[in-house]
């Protein structure tokens, strides 16, 4: 089979460019307008979009009064689940893609919360693995700072274990509904999981059908060792922040390699990297419109967004205009951005306050005309640096809007991009394997995941 473009589209209502509420176009309320965001996702599903992705963080962040009053991440969006259970009833195709935490859920209370929103979208449902990023969401949960990096990926591991095998407990074709013989389902065909591991105890079954899509589709964004070892053995869609063709390309390679030697077949394994588009009929428009978002960035917004991709670091003692210091190691930040964000100081002498321009300026942006965003997209998929993009719109509506109506034509008539949706799941339109249950095949009705391993791709 041809090898398939695919795109996603990251949502954030309010623009991903922390700036993008303040664009003349923006809805000022976009992050808690249900009709404006299903607009958006119309939009997206019309231009035959694989799916759609909400990020999520489940907390306010830490970044003090004088810089969260500035931006709109207070007011940026639902709770995915909860949103994309709303969208399931707008749209009939596009996938819908939740992040939820490891760290800070049950995963019982997430199993049964993704199994429905598959059932709701007629088998559309995809979940985000993350293990959360800073301590203001440790705090939300009982803990004073977040779990140590190791640690949670040892839980995420172990949840994930606990969630699929909660998604097997009753087989495909366990609800044959016979009302001669007062039958609903057949008794062997209902498993409880009996999970009994290091973190979880969790006895099972899930109250609810087995998913349409056997699992929704796993989405993972880890790029630290644990985090790839990870999206390598559970992953399905993989997100990455490379912004480069070069680093694209070395962690697509890495990725698969590991997909392999984690017994997995590398196609089932798709890697999306982030693509911020400013888009316009010219050249020169879309770099004043990159230019002018940039400019609406307050500096101590700036800064405080450095900070953060920093894991968290207090810079306010720097000299603004000298070099970053030496950061101590930390196990708790998201290392991947921040270790890019210390390469490009270093290798290119930036000072602090050069260094948050660059970063708030979105430099990974692709600034320019359809044919040059196009070009891009196809030199990464042909060259096997990127299976498709998640596609971020820096603000909103306009770079959705372009995108869909520019970028996407282009990528039609160069018979990169689908101009119809090939199935009806998620699945199918990723073309990813529907996942047997873990108990197919088997007759006993309870199997502890104590003894039974999940089959990640059958
Ligand atoms: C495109 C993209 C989106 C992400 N979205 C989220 C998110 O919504 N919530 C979250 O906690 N982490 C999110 N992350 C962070 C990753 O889950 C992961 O923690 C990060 O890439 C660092 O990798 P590591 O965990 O292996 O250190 C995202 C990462 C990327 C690249």
């Known amino acids: 089979m041809t090898r398939e473009l695919h795109l996603n589209g990251f949502l954030k209502p309010g623009g991903t460019h922390l ?33 759609i992705f909400i990020a999520d ?10 810089v969260l009053s500035r931006v709109s991440v207070v007011n940026d969006g639902f709770e995915p689940i909860t949103l994309l259970a709303a969208l399931a009833a707008a749209t009939s195709r596009i996938g819908l893609i939740a992040t939820a935490s490891t760290s800070y859920n049950e995963p019982y209370t997430l199993a049964r919360a993704f199994a429905s929103l598959d059932h709701l979208s007629g088998g559309r449902a995809g979940w985000n693995v993350v293990t959360s990023l800073v301590d203001a969401e440790a705090r939300n949960f009982g803990l004073g700072e977040h779990l140590a990096h190791a640690d949670r990926y040892a839980r995420a591991r172990e949840f994930f274990e606990v969630v699929t095998g909660l998604w097997d407990s009753f087989d495909d074709d366990a609800f044959t509904i016979d009302r001669a013989s007062g039958r609903y389902f057949e008794q062997d065909a209902l498993h409880s999981l009996d999970h009994r591991g290091e973190r979880f105890r969790v006895a099972g079954p899930l109250n609810i059908a087995r998913p349409p899509q056997g ?14 070892a990870l999206a390598a053995e559970i992953g399905e869609v993989i997100f990455s922040a490379a912004r480069d063709f070069e680093t694209s390309l070395a962690f697509t390679t890495d990725i698969k390699e590991r997909a392999v030697r984690a017994g997995r077949d590398p196609d089932q394994v798709l890697v999306l990297p982030a693509l911020t588009a400013f888009v316009a009929p010219s050249r020169a428009q879309a770099e004043d419109e990159h230019r002018e978002l940039a400019a609406l960035l307050h500096p101590r917004v700036a800064l405080a967004d450095l900070e953060y991709f ?32 210390i390469a490009l100081a270093a290798q290119e002498g930036l000072t602090i306050r050069q260094l948050a321009e660059r970063v708030s300026r979105s430099e990974e942006a692709v600034v320019g005309t359809p044919t040059d965003i196009a070009d891009h997209i196809e030199e990464w998929f042909t060259a096997g640096a990127a299976d498709g993009f998640n596609v971020a719109f820096p603000y909103l509506p306009t770079s959705l809007t372009r995108f869909t109506s520019l970028v996407v034509p282009e990528l039609q008539r160069r018979g990169l991009f689908r101009t119809e949706y090939r199935g009806r799941t998620l699945r199918e339109n990723l073309g990813l394997d529907r996942p047997r249950s873990r108990y197919a095949g088997a007759t006993q009705g309870s199997t502890s995941t104590d003894t039974t391993r999940s089959e990640h791709t059958a």
């Open 19 to 51: 700036a993008g509420w303040r664009h003349p176009d923006a809805v000022p309320d976009a992050g808690v307008n249900l009709r404006y965001v299903t607009e958006l996702v119309r939009t997206l599903e019309d231009a035959r979009f694989d799916a």
């Open 215 to 228: 699992r929704p589709v796993i989405a993972q964004a880890g790029s630290s060792e644990d985090g790839r």
């Open 57 to 66: 963080l489940i907390a306010v962040p830490d970044s003090g009064d004088e």
């Open 310 to 341: 920093l894991g968290g670091v207090d810079l306010s003692a720097n000299d603004l205009d000298g070099p970053l210091p030496v950061l101590p190691t930390s196990n708790q930040a998201s290392r991947s951005g921040r270790e890019l964000i």
